[in-house]
Antibody, heavy 116, light 110 residues
Framework: EVQLVESGGGLVLPGGSLRLSCSAS????????MHWVRQAPGKGLEYVSV????????YYADSVKGRFTISRDNSKNTLYLQMSSLRAEDTAMYYC?????????WGQGTLVTVSS | QSVLTQPPSVSAAPGQKVTISCSGS????????ISWYQQLPGTAPKLLIF???KRPSGIPDRFSGSKSDTSATLGITGLQTGDEADYYC???????????FGGGTKLTVL
C-alpha cells in the first residue's frame, strides 16, 4: 500500500524558513518523480514543484521560484521542500503527491501558517 | 486565476445526474490527458478519473469522464449526499512542463 506522510509544517514568521518532509513507502520511491501541491485555506489546488527520479531536474511555480527548493533522498525514501523568505500567501496545506498517469496518491498534508 | 476553468458550483437532487466542465487550451487539455479529483471536506484530494475516462479500482461507474478538444467533462449519475464535495480537474501544461489544476467546483446535492 502506497503511503505518503508529510511533516514539518507549523507556524512561522514572515520572512522565515521551514523544511517539509514526505516519507514514502509501499512503492519503489526512486523510480517516480515526486510532486508538491498546496492548497490555501478555502482555495483551490496549486501546483508547486516537481523533482525527477534522480533529483537532477526540478520545476517550480512562478509563485515560489527562487524561494523554495525541492529535493529528495532516495536512500531514505524521503522528499523535501525547503521554504525560505516565507510570505503570508504561502499559508496553505502542503501535499506530497505521487504521479502515475495522474496525481494518484496524496499524503494527508502538512499545514504551513505564515503569520506574525 | 486558474489555468483550467471550472464552474464554481453545481447542484442537483439526489438520484439525478450532474456534469462538471473543465476548459483549457491546446497546451493543456488539448494535448494531454485530463484527470479529476474529489475532495471531501477536511481531506486530501482523491483520484476519480485518469487518462480522460478511466476509473481507478474502487471508483464506482457512476463517475465518468470525457474529453473533446480543449475541454473535458466529469459526469456523476445517481447522485448521493455523500458526493457533496469539491471537484478538481488537472492536467499537464506542455508549455510549462508542469501540472495545472482547475479552480474547483463545489457540488451540492440538494
Amino acid at each position: 500500500e502506497v503511503q505518503l506522510v508529510e511533516s514539518g509544517g507549523g507556524l512561522v514568521l514572515p520572512g522565515g524558513s521551514l523544511r517539509l518532509s514526505c516519507s514514502a513507502s509501499g512503492f519503489t520511491f526512486s523510480t517516480y518523480a515526486m510532486h508538491w501541491v498546496r492548497q490555501a485555506p478555502g482555495k483551490g489546488l496549486e501546483y508547486v514543484s516537481v523533482v525527477s527520479r534522480d533529483g537532477g531536474l526540478t520545476y517550480y511555480a512562478d509563485s515560489v521560484k527562487g524561494r523554495f527548493t525541492i529535493s529528495r533522498d532516495n536512500s531514505k525514501n524521503t522528499l523535501y521542500l525547503q521554504m525560505s523568505s516565507l510570505r503570508a500567501e504561502d499559508t496553505a496545506m502542503y501535499y506530497c503527491v505521487l504521479y502515475s498517469s495522474a496525481w494518484r496518491y496524496w499524503g494527508q498534508g502538512t499545514l504551513v501558517t505564515v503569520s506574525s | 486565476q486558474s489555468v483550467l476553468t471550472q464552474p464554481p458550483s453545481v447542484s442537483a437532487a439526489p438520484g439525478q445526474k450532474v456534469t462538471i466542465s473543465c476548459s483549457g487550451s491546446s497546451s493543456t487539455i488539448g494535448n494531454n490527458y485530463i484527470s479529476w479529483y474529489q475532495q471531501l471536506p477536511g481531506t486530501a484530494p482523491k483520484l476519480l478519473i485518469f487518462e480522460n475516462n478511466k476509473r481507478p479500482s474502487g471508483i464506482p461507474d457512476r463517475f465518468s469522464g470525457s474529453k473533446s478538444d480543449t475541454s473535458a467533462t466529469l459526469g456523476i449519475t445517481g447522485l448521493q449526499t455523500g458526493d457533496e464535495a469539491d471537484y478538481y480537474c488537472g492536467t499537464w501544461d506542455s508549455s510549462l512542463s508542469a501540472g495545472v489544476f482547475g479552480g474547483g467546483t463545489k457540488l451540492t446535492v440538494l
